[in-house]
């Protein structure tokens, strides 16, 4: 039996039996937390960046919505294959040092009136390929730091990080963009970067890597086994096809809802940002109901549940008007309703994969149900710059929400809401 004070993880390293006393976990999750908040920061400042200061319309916003989520359906499968058999502090480290010097030169490009859309599409491109380095790497990560029973708490402390850069991120963005210059704007993800580049790098512990055979397996023959092992099973099958049809519409209506606040609302982009920040508070209370619903009411329930609550929030958004304090006191209360049920739901998913998953196939499941669930974003940002365009912002904005509940129909209809209280 374990001590009270350590506990020996899944490859035969000592762990803390907390979390919170283990310095390893500590610094990945500060470095969690400045990534996301860096990358969070970002992804609001070029969208109303492009708006606010370059008047794109909704179209050419879909397209640097797109531009911004093809890494995810390009590279998703290459990089699972590879951090399987790299190590995952070393993925890390890289894409802060690259997405560092990226915002950094697009910063200098500002100051010298060089940013433009083209320059804002290379900048979207590149740190989206970053990230996805850094995403499907945090996620193999954890699992080779600590023991599989703190996986639910640690994944719960994890999106928690992220939680705190949605807190942030969406309302420094949009006061970035709206009082200060486009350069500054642009920099500031930079120092969250180096932030998290700086406590990644101090992780001291060992990775066990999974061992591998003396001649390579071809990086296609690992990618195969990667999507054969998740299609084999009905409940991570589940989980890709449900995230492809939420993230498919979600990213449809964001590339409306982006352009809906400031334009039919007429919202500065100070009360963009504050609306679009809700989100966080909500999705820190939905990390912390994550660490205790699933164990008392069963994975499947709490999934489908938190799934219907926070995808069908945003239907009542097309039935508002005007700037008033109203109309933003209900984005923020539809926003934090949204952060609650998708944490609720991001959490619970990633404990669930994790716990199907041995340690050699972490980084290819965790790659698979990305490029699945993701994939397609690209497309749906296109789709809602053409829905715009062509049916209106508020019809296209009520259609691309009501879309968002094709996920929660999936889990009902499938074997991953009939999971217990028990992932084994």
Known sequence: MPSSSSA???AGRPVPSSLWRDADFRRLWVGQTASQLGEHT????LPLLAVLTLGVGAGQLGVLRAVGQAPILLLSLFVGAWVDRWRTRTVMVWADVGRTLLLGAAAAAGFLNWLGLPVLFVVAFAA???SVFFDVAYQASLVRLVTRHQLVPGNSALEGSRSAAQIGGPALGGALVSLLSAPVAVA???LFFTLSFLSVRRIRRT???????????RVWRRIHEGLRFVAGDPSLRTVCFASAAFQFSLAAM?????????RELHLSGTAVGLALAATGPGALVGSILAARLPGRFGYGRVLLVAAILGDGAFLCVPALHGPSAMTVSVLVAVNFVFGTGSQLVNVTVMAVRQALTGDGMQGRAAATITFVGMGLTPLGSLLGGLLARELGLRTSLLVTAAGMLLSPALMALSPLVRLGRDLG
């Open 8 to 10: 020996v993880s899944d």
């Open 42 to 45: 970002s992804l609001v400042v």
């Open 128 to 130: 989206g390929s970053l």
């Open 188 to 190: 500031s993800g930079a």
């Open 207 to 217: 990775e066990a890597i999974p061992a591998c055979s003396e001649r390579p397996t």
């Open 254 to 262: 964001m590339t409306v809802y982006l352009v809906f606040l400031p």
